[in-house]
């Protein structure tokens, strides 16, 4: 288990977001984007207590085996990249 993920969760400095919504969709796209740019705009406070990190859940799709959800998972973070390239450099 990760130790900083550990600790985040220990010192109650985590955000959980849970969409309605399949992952890698564009709606999912949209609402991850809007939590994760409010996350980012957090981490000076949540710095103060060490560690912080971000859930995400999604309510589909099911049934996915490890192969179709690695795709769905690098196709959404592709389309976050997407969205947020117009607006951010490369980090």
Same mark, same amino acid.
């Given at each position: %288990?990760? &130790?900083? *993920?550990?600790?985040?969760?220990n010192?109650?400095? $985590? =955000?959980?977001s849970a $969409?309605q919504?399949?992952?890698?969709?564009?709606?999912?796209t949209a609402l991850?984007?809007?939590?994760?740019y409010?996350? &980012? /705009?957090?981490?000076? =406070?949540? =710095?103060? /207590?060490g560690?912080s990190?971000? &859930?995400?859940? #999604? %309510?589909g799709p099911?049934?996915l085996?490890? %192969? *179709? #959800?690695?795709?769905?998972?690098?196709a959404q973070?592709q389309?976050?990249?997407d969205?947020?390239?117009p607006?951010s450099p490369?980090?």
């Open positions: %288990t990760c &130790v900083a *993920a550990k600790s985040a969760f010192k109650d400095n $985590y =955000r959980f $969409y919504c399949d992952l890698a969709t564009p709606d999912a991850l984007a809007r939590d994760l409010l996350f &980012v /705009n957090d981490q000076e =406070r949540l =710095r103060e /207590n560690f990190t971000f &859930v995400a859940s #999604f %309510t099911s049934g085996d490890e %192969t *179709a #959800f690695e795709a769905r998972l690098w973070l389309a976050l990249h969205t947020d390239a607006q490369w980090d």
